[in-house]
């Protein structure tokens, strides 16, 4: 049962949510900023902002017409030195409530727009709406614009409508863009409908007439007009359907600029959850680089680059499944610095071995504030100091704040 009440905002929640203090518990309010004193609908714990009557000066109008309704932005309506200080905050939140007192440096914002974007796609009234779900609903909404996406991938929307127009069931899809330097690649997963050889033929057609780099249904590339890539270092990797790339290339640059910067000059290097090479090939213009990654295809793209590409130190790529089987001590010393970029799980299993091991320097990239936290508390307790915290926006307008970390021996 929800209620009508008027409530101050005294501060902002990690989620970018707008915090009352209560005589019960705190209600969070998305959209409401500190200082501001505000009408919801409260429901337990959550509020929906119904009027402001005492706005912030902080208040700004969004860029974006679907703010408020799609659920992937969450804070268009904060002035820069807000969302700075809030975004940066995250960061020491997280790494004070593992009893970590450091001194986090301030946000870095790279710019760009996002290369990647995964989006849902649905049958509608009329026709087929591709888009973001609202914030905590299996709401659809249909977007016209994203000021954080890559423009090509927003302005390939309406022709990719009608491409996928016939496969998609009242149950939906999810549609994988990757916008890489040979054009926009492809992935729709949750397809019920076998596609005939006349559905594949008007399909491949279709997706070569809209300069397509590739098509994928699921596990079936339906046409390949040029290999999807993107260059790291001195090497061209091709990727594989809907694998993992750094969200935006800029902050990507950011992350192998910090990363390069802390390592130094070394002989050896472990790049641990290393994907398809964004650190390791940048790493192996210096030292010799030995790459680990739970994903077979990754791997695979990794290798096969690292075959073509010049001007590197060899580097050995293999597939290893660092939560089940991490490194141990023992082969963690056999190299001068370790780097690893995890998923948002983190990588709690092998912080631990590495905060047994003798490597002199560590380099963590994370975009998890939390986990991050977590795994560094096993680093200091082994041992370690920890040289720099660096929050980098990658995710602008979002929760999430990349961070790239040095620890030191």
Known sequence: MSDECELRITRLGAQGDGVAETTGAPVFVPFALAGERVIADVDGARGRL???????PDRIAPVCRHFGTCGGCVVQHMSSNVYRAWKRDLVVSAFAARGLDVTVGDLVEPGGKRRR???SAERSDN???IGFHEAQSHALV?????PVLDPKIVAAIPALKTLIAPLISKLGARLTVTATKSGLDVLLDGIERKLTPDVRSRL???????QLARLAIGNDIVVETLP???TFATADVVLSPGCFVQAVAE??????RRILAAVGKVKSVADLFCGVGAFTFPLAARAKVLAFDGNQPAIAALNAAAKKATGLKPITARVRDLFREPLSPLELNEHDAI????PRAGAEAQAQRLARSKVKTVVAASCNPATLARDARHLVDGGYKIESVTPIDQFVYSAHVEVVAVFRR
């Not at 119904?50 to 912030?56: A, F, G, K, N, V």
């Not at 902050?251 to 192998?256: N, P, S």
Request: aromatic share 6%; hydrophobic share 60%; with cysteine.
């Open 142 to 146: 249909a977007i016209a614009e994203c």
């Open 50 to 56: 119904l009027r402001i009557l005492q706005p912030s």
């Open 228 to 230: 999807p890539f993107l």
């Open 204 to 210: 491949a057609s279709e997706a070569s007439a809209l």
């Open 339 to 342: 780097v690893f970029d995890p």
């Open 127 to 129: 026709g087929v709406a």
């Open 117 to 119: 974007a995964v989006l």
């Open 251 to 256: 902050a990507e640059t950011e992350m192998v």
